[in-house]
T-cell receptor
Framework: GAVVSQHPSRVICKSGTSVKIECRSL??????MFWYRQFPKQSLMLMAT?????????EQGVEKDKFLINHASLTLSTLTVTSAHPEDSSFYIC???????????FGNGTRLTVT | GDSVTQMEGPVTLSEEAFLTINCTYT??????LFWYVQYPGEGLQLLLK?????DKGSNKGFEATYRKETTSFHLEKGSVQVSDSAVYFC?????????????FGKGTMLLVSP
């Protein structure tokens, strides 16, 4: 079945540095990928919708300059957390679908800890 | 806006016990409803779904019925196994969004002991 690979699974970085998270669709092409964030004991919150070849669409309250999304190809989307701060520590997860209205396939998530 | 409320966990059961995880929703339109499961160290996987009222989704012994009158989509399993230990997320997707985005509940952790 369709597989979404997310890398890295865990990352620890110092405050002020930037971190890039990759989301790859391994055996299908994904024109659209989604990025979610989950705080402890909270829901997964949609951050942005990543469209191949165009700018991402951010949800209200998500800083586009802080969370840079690039969807340069049909199999890769990246999320870069710029100038990370401890409050950015969270679980980030991506998803993608291969055709319209098919189920979403999720990556395994990335645990970001900013010290 | 749309929202999903599910019971807080963890839910702790013995093997072969009956499972119910409650889920209720609010939506402006006519959503599709989903249950996702996240096993330890893995990503979310679709467990089952229902797209219209009175539909029953089922998979791996789990069932959930789309109840429009009570805006609920409770997850049930007659006899749980240790391998069912995971976090379960209830979610909805609006038709108006082209079913492109999901609104999730907070997740309910299930712990099944032998």
């Amino acid at each position: 079945g369709a597989v979404v690979s997310q890398h890295p699974s865990r990352v620890i970085c110092k405050s002020g540095t930037s971190v890039k998270i990759e989301c790859r669709s391994l055996d299908f092409q994904a024109t659209t990928m989604f990025w979610y964030r989950q705080f402890p004991k909270q829901s997964l919150m949609l951050m942005a919708t990543s469209n191949e070849g165009s700018k991402a669409t951010y949800e209200q309250g998500v800083e586009k300059d802080k969370f840079l999304i690039n969807h340069a190809s049909l199999t890769l989307s990246t999320l870069t957390v710029t100038s990370a701060h401890p409050e950015d520590s969270s679980f980030y997860i991506c998803s993608a679908r291969d055709v319209s209205n098919s189920p979403l396939h999720f990556g395994n998530g990335t645990r970001l800890t900013v010290t | 806006g749309d929202s999903v409320t599910q019971m807080e966990g963890p839910v702790t059961l013995s093997e072969e016990a009956f499972l119910t995880i409650n889920c209720t929703y609010t939506a402006t339109g006519y959503p599709s409803l989903f249950w996702y499961v996240q096993y330890p160290g893995e990503g979310l996987q679709l467990l089952l779904k229902a797209t219209k009222a009175d539909d029953k989704g089922s998979n791996k012994g789990f069932e959930a019925t789309y109840r429009k009158e009570t805006t609920s989509f409770h997850l049930e399993k007659g006899s749980v196994q240790v391998s069912d230990s995971a976090v379960y997320f209830c979610a909805l997707s609006e038709r108006d969004s082209g079913y492109s985005t999901l609104t999730f509940g907070k997740g309910t952790m299930l712990l099944v002991s032998p």
